[in-house]
Nanobody, 123 residues
């Protein structure tokens, strides 16, 4: 069992930056590809960014490419998402997720999920 706990959400003005982080409680963190997803009210959960177990490969949704950076620290069992040039449409609950498979954009691929952290971007 892997527990994931997100932190760092909050309220930010459009054009601003925010960093959300996720701490994993597992001794085998390096076995997992990690992903960030988000879900806005009334919408399906969507992929934001993913990173391989080593951190060598990263993947981004087109909607955030160039504005987001995913990173991980395997020594600290953490994964983070830095978001810049935030837009009101980035408002959502952000979830981190862990997958024993290769990094994927599919919700179904991920085995464990955090409880989410709210990010609100005001215009």
């Amino acid at each position: 069992q892997v527990q994931l706990v997100e932190s760092g959400g909050g309220l930010v003005q459009a054009g601003g930056s925010l960093r959300v982080s996720c701490a994993a409680s597992t001794r085998t963190f390096m076995m997992y590809a990690m992903g960030w997803f988000r879900q806005a009210p009334g919408k399906e959960r969507e992929f934001v960014a993913g990173i391989s177990w080593s951190g060598d490969s990263t993947y981004y949704a087109d909607s955030v490419k160039g504005r987001a950076t995913i990173s991980r620290d395997n020594a600290k069992n953490t994964v983070s998402l830095q978001m810049n040039s935030l837009k009101p449409e980035d408002t959502a609950v952000y979830y981190c997720a862990a997958s024993l498979s290769s990094p994927s954009r599919s919700v179904a691929t991920y085995d464990y999920w955090g409880q989410g952290t709210q990010v609100t971007v005001s215009s």
